[in-house]
T-cell receptor
Framework: EAQVTQNPRYLITVTGKKLTVTCSQN?????MSWYRQDPGLGLRQIYY???????DKGDVPEGYKVSRKEKRNFPLILESPSPNQTSLYFC??????????????FGPGTRLTVT | AQSVAQPEDQVNVAEGNPLTVKCTYS??????LFWYVQYPNRGLQFLLK????DNLVKGSYGFEAEFNKSQTSFHLKKPSALVSDSALYFC??????????????WGLGTSLAVNP
C-alpha cells in the first residue's frame, strides 16, 4: 500500500530535549516536505527536499533541522524544542512540488507537546 | 502579495443538500489549484486539482470544483452532502517563493459540518 508513515504519532517532551520525528514514504517520490498545523494559521511549510541531499527552507524553518540521506526518509529534528513548537506536524511526499501541479501524499501526523 | 482566501471558517449544511466551500486566490500567472480534505485525527488527503482544460474538475467522493479565472476562484462543490463529508477542507494554489521557484500557498481551511 502506498503510504507516508510518521513516528511517533504523539510525543510529549520537555524544553531543550532533542527529538527526531521520522518520516518514510514507499512511493519513490523525489519531493518531500514537512508542515506544521496550528489553529488559525493553517498549514505552514517548515522544510522541503527536492531529492536526496537537497533540502531547503520553507516558510517557518527556525528551530528545525532536516536531512535527506535516502530517498524514502526525511526526518525532522528539533535540537532544542521550545513550547512554541507545540503543534501538529505533517510529512508529505509527491512526484514533484505542488507548485508544479503534483498532488501531495500526507502522513497521519505527529502531535508534539513541549512543556 | 500572493494569498489564498477561504472566506468561511465554518460551513453548515443539511444532509442531502448541495454544499459549496469557497476559495479565492491572488497569484500571478496561471496557477495550479488543489483541494485537500482532513478528517478528524487524520492527515490531509488529495481531493482534486485543476491544471488546465475544462474549468469543471471532478474528484474523489463525488466532489467537484469550478475554476473561474475572471473571479480568481476555485469553489468546491458537491450536489448532495453526506454526514461523512464533515471535515476540514483546504484550498491550495501554486505561487512563487523568494527564489522564483513554484510553491504551494495554502488557505487556512474551512470546517464543514453536515447535519443529519
Amino acid at each position: 500500500e502506498a503510504q507516508v508513515t510518521q513516528n511517533p504519532r504523539y510525543l510529549i517532551t520537555v524544553t531543550g530535549k532533542k527529538l527526531t520525528v521520522t518520516c518514510s514514504q514507499n512511493m519513490n517520490h523525489e519531493y518531500m516536505s514537512w508542515y506544521r498545523q496550528d489553529p488559525g494559521l493553517g498549514l505552514r511549510q517548515i522544510y522541503y527536499s527536492m531529492n536526496v541531499e537537497a533540502t531547503d527552507k520553507g516558510d517557518v524553518p527556525e528551530g528545525y533541522k532536516v536531512s535527506r540521506k535516502e530517498k524514502r526518509n526525511f526526518p525532522l529534528i528539533l535540537e532544542s524544542p521550545s513550547p512554541n513548537q507545540t503543534s501538529l506536524y505533517f510529512c508529505a511526499s509527491s512526484l514533484g512540488t505542488g507548485g508544479e501541479g503534483y498532488e501531495q501524499y500526507f502522513g497521519p501526523g505527529t502531535r508534539l507537546t513541549v512543556t | 502579495a500572493q494569498s489564498v482566501a477561504q472566506p468561511e471558517d465554518q460551513v453548515n449544511v443539511a444532509e442531502g443538500n448541495p454544499l459549496t466551500v469557497k476559495c479565492t486566490y491572488s497569484v500571478s500567472g496561471n496557477p495550479y489549484l488543489f483541494w485537500y480534505v482532513q478528517y478528524p485525527n487524520r492527515g490531509l488527503q488529495f481531493l482534486l486539482k485543476y491544471i488546465t482544460g475544462d474549468n469543471l474538475v471532478k474528484g474523489s467522493y463525488g466532489f467537484e470544483a469550478e475554476f473561474n479565472k475572471s473571479q480568481t476562484s476555485f469553489h468546491l462543490k458537491k450536489p448532495s452532502a453526506l454526514v461523512s463529508d464533515s471535515a476540514l477542507y483546504f484550498c491550495a494554489v501554486s505561487g512563487y517563493n523568494a527564489g522564483n521557484n513554484r510553491k504551494l500557498i495554502w488557505g487556512l481551511g474551512t470546517s464543514l459540518a453536515v447535519n443529519p
